[in-house]
Nanobody, 117 residues
């Protein structure tokens, strides 16, 4: 069982920055790929970014490329999402997830990010 707890969300003006953190309880955290997803009000959950188990490979949604950076610290059992140049359309609940056997198996409870114009 993996428990994930997100933090770092909040209210920020357009153009501002936030850093989200996701702390994991799993002893084998270093073996998991991790991802960030988001869900805006009235919309489906969408992929934002992912990082491989070692932190050397990353992938991003086109909408956040060049603005968001995902990173993984296996020593701290934590994955981060640095969000710069935020836009009102980035407003959503952000979730982190752990990938097990090719599936996003475990999810956090989410953290709200609100970007005002």
């Amino acid at each position: 069982q993996v428990q994930l707890v997100e933090s770092g969300g909040g209210l920020v003006q357009a153009g501002g920055s936030l850093r989200l953190s996701c702390a994991a309880s799993a002893r084998s955290f270093s073996r998991y790929a991790m991802g960030w997803f988001r869900q805006a009000l009235g919309k489906e959950r969408e992929f934002v970014a992912a990082v491989n188990w070692g932190g050397s490979l990353t992938d991003y949604a086109d909408s956040v490329k060049g603005r968001f950076t995902i990173s993984k610290d296996n020593a701290k059992n934590t994955v981060y999402l640095q969000m710069n140049s935020l836009k009102p359309e980035d407003t959503a609940v952000y979730y982190c997830a752990a990938e097990i056997d090719g599936r996003w198996e475990y999810w956090g409870q989410g953290t709200q990010v609100t970007v005002s114009s």
